[in-house]
């Protein structure tokens, strides 16, 4: 059971006695604070665990200092969307809204190597106005003779062109906790403009160590990219894991999943998962159509296959999107096949706000009258 | 090596005794004439087989009635797009146009029960407007003791109702050649209103004697539907055969593949190969959402699933819809819990026409200046 | 419910008759009635199918025809190993014994090519002492461009030198119902000497026309392979449909699965599920090493993958074995370089009994004092 | 390239700066030396990187200090078994020789619970003349509300009695670098008369940071289990890993893989893996029945499937087994359900040994006279 107290309230440490009086009369419950800085109040949450299937809602739904009383059904007790939920999807961080009412498209090199590649990568951004990108500075690579990326040795030149910029937030992979120490110290030492939210990849979706090291600071949101080889439901419980550690600000992402389809992609596009993230859920949603698709090529329509599938995420709700781009492809030391070149950024931007534009157009005429089904 | 012939030319006996003596020029090639009837034309390509590699095309181009010289280059002779192909996508089947220009929603029963269901479902059809429709006579069922459908008792009454409806062709499922001469007498007895195309479903995508039976024939069209455990490359392969016994006139339906994943839906959606087939092929690609998707659910958004993926093959390229239907999905012999109702039916075309909007704006978008990929 | 008959009873008729004569007294129980050949008996079961929870087993125990009731408790009726079943597994054909005692290796040609090539494989089975062999007439291929198998015209001169070499019983694939019929004709002309169990190869697993066809003659057995894409009970089901029609006699086979996970081998070996398929079913089990491995490589043992792989379906308890051989590997027409030499087969069939008296050993040290699982 | 130098060569330093002099006249090429501490050798190896194709041999075998010259062929530089390779197979550790010529049970509790059930399981050990055991302390749970293990707080009271017991050497999972420092000290502080080996589980499999940890270390060896969801070459690639950071110490273990063939075990056993990684690599091998296998049921011969499996894996050439055991499976705090008893111990030896003297006579009759492969 979730209480949700009542915000900026200034009785809040009342509040909190007269729950724990409440929850000492069950026998086999506990009860656990949860506190949020939200983009414009402070949030607490009292998360009662336990034998709590007994244990009726109504008089903690009666204190003056609870908004809401949340049943948890899922096993998902932190991210899940339960039953009679109210509370938002998404978040704030460093001015930007990761909710459910803004495209985001993060637009970048999956591995850094150059200071001239990384500016005009940002350039980019900035001509097309998007504020978020990603980059790549530590790279988990199948074989230990790879390129493994260059490390916090280009934190410095990356934020500060990132800032320069006006790109507020860069999506970047964290393989180990002290990558977040390096990038926190990289931050300050920068001024701090431009902010990052840590990417966990595929590989370490089960690396449940690392996870908890992104789950137990708040400073940083975290990119979630689901496991392509295990379920949705592994992956989302991952999620959890970040989440259950005190950090509630995570965007989950898919990103292809491998079969033994013998996939004329890189991978198996698993972006009609987008909608079922969003129902078991309170998470926004990322596709990223680069690590789906691979390798780029076009349909006879004129339209390349990286494209088409960023529409599909996009029709089916996803609010952000995480693509592969090189000025110079061929010399990319990471999936370069797969990188859209920086002059492809603003068509990239146009197909995606139309495909956003059919899907609001969809979403508002179901508004009123629901399906039959 | 493929030698498209100007159509409906009256000197077309010359051109193939000039194109015989041609190829009798080089050892180990044969050539194989392929008469086609076209929505407005009599079509005829001669295919050059064997050791085509050395054999210059100019000779052959050069000839009066030579309209276009086309090199294979991959394993797809007959439904394979290749190299400067210009020859069009898609067929004319009973008065239904079934190429690029055209979105159609096949709505109908997974699996015929009674004459009232039927007529219901027509009805709902004929009052979306909709000329297509699909009805399962004929039921593979992975246990034998399963309902294996009315088979051919039902056809007479099935496709008067399509005909008072004004249904033009009805995607039906056949397993076995017999089942061929049975829809030919129904309809012929029914006095034709209403048309076939014959349906070969996922279990049979490599029953090869089946594929050469509906290839033997060019009377119906056929909706191929991809193996669900195999790759894409031997799904394309298993429509090869049927081109390759004569019949050109295929769609090609994805309906999601199997996989280890534990999907949260009855398959993993595949959609975003719609523009990988439309490349490979000229065949044109129709999705069936319903056995993708499984049952329904709805999404925070008020979009079912069944729609959200639908939405995803339309802005992929997809011009059929296949969905399951039924008045009384609880009483459905076969597949009942993914039907949608018939009163959902104006609401799912008005969103498939949404989406193919959106697709047609983003195709126009990219018309005159490839993207730079 | 199944009733089985006190086999060579005279008085049957009166036994059928008192039966219907109870199951008359439960609505919504109908009885079928399905008469065997053994090898030394003539067997009748009675099947009680409908509503036959209620209906209880003693008053049919005690009909003095009446050997031993069993309760079906799972899907499969025909196939299933019910509790309490006492049936033996397996069957006689053409003198050839197909229980769970005796070990077979069924070594031959994946497709026939010429008879000099049939002839020394049928040689180098006599001289290694088997009665049992392969050769492959009709190739169900991926390609229509591939080769497809001699077909009929092959088979006199396959059966001819198969009896002159004393070899009892030839697997061969068919495809379609009147391959059976071509077979039937070519034994007939061929004297009989030979025969044949009829192979339903994995991309046929669910052709449920062909399993009816097979399923409804019981001249032959049926060697069913099970489906490569689908599940393990997908693949028993349909081994079901085979009995359900009438034919008992079927050699359930395994020949590996394909999966996502980039196998070193052709396919991911399945051979675990020996012990499963004998658990769940009264099926006798083949193990089909070439498709499982493919192309053989040698271990540093001195050992080949495929001998290895043997090895493990025997350890397991399969009784039978399917290996490609071929003269010339190189010039196979289908599968050659999964094919073993000629002059291999002593070296595998000393290596199978090596493996089958290691098993016989394991089970015997197991018998008396069951493990405390 | 990999020079060998002679061991204990008291000209060794000589030797490096002959080999030194030679690869200075090869731009692009740099050398690496590695020190190994054999069972009874001082073993050092050179290796030659980057731009070595042009590099000819012969200059360095003729060198008095280098024993051999072994060409790189594949990407698994230091676990690769190269062309001409004769460089033994495993390692000593503790006293207990983990080559090809012994076959070891790890039999153990997948996550420690009390030490009575700790202590009864390591007396079964020894009752059976085991050295090796399997115990869980840090254990990776899919969901954050699981047990997650008791961490560094058992580790002295199961050290002290597997040294007590005589248990020479016990795997055990870590998740993290520090774990390694936890044992080490508990190990210390109960005077280490046992050892551990660190087991890296099939989640942490591309954990790159945990491989590089347990990698720089040389002090214990180290169980890499594969990954479940990816393929066997980039299980190959992460066991390369370790040996590239320094330890060359590394037994693969096969667990079972996920797969979409909905498996009626926990997993698909991949145990014909293990001819196919004894080819590849100069790794032992380990198979894992319990996690592969899960639940165990007995077949009608009446050997439990878990049983079976470890059969497949001995006769393919295994010589680790990985057994989960528990007194109380149905207090197991995880995977209780996949448990043995301890009074099942000596029954499964028993087995493994008449597994292990088939393998080793089907090999013996392989010696001499190739396969014709």
Known sequence: MILILRPDQPASSTTLAEIEALVREHEGVEMRVH???GSRHHLTEVHLVGQTAAVPSDPFALLPGVLQVVRV???YRMIGRHASDRRPVGFHYNGVDFGLDH???????????TPEHVDRMFAACQESGLETSRMGAYKPRTSPYDFQGLGASCLPWVFESAGRHGVRVVAMEV???RHVDEIRDALERTGNATGVMLQVGTRNAQNFELLKAVGQQREFPVLFKRGMGIT????LNAAEYIASEGNPNIVFCLRGVKTHLGDPHRNLVDF???????RQTRLPVCVDPSHSVGRGAVAPDGIPDIFHV?????????????????????KALCDGPQ?????????LVAYARTMRAAYEAAVESFQGEPAGL
């Open 35 to 37: 506190q949020f800085e």
């Open 103 to 113: 495209l985001h498209v993060l637009a970048g090199l999956c591995a850094v190597d």
């Open 175 to 177: 393989t180990d906790a």
């Open 310 to 330: 960023t529409g599909q995420g996009i029709v089916a709700g996803a609010t952000s999107v995480l693509v592969d781009f090189h000025p110079s492809p061929a």
């Open 232 to 235: 949705l439901e592994e992956s």
């Open 73 to 75: 059904t899922t096993r």
């Open 339 to 347: 990188a859209l070149l920086p002059e492809d950024l603003p068509r």
């Open 272 to 278: 009609a998962h987008v909608p079922v993230v969003l």
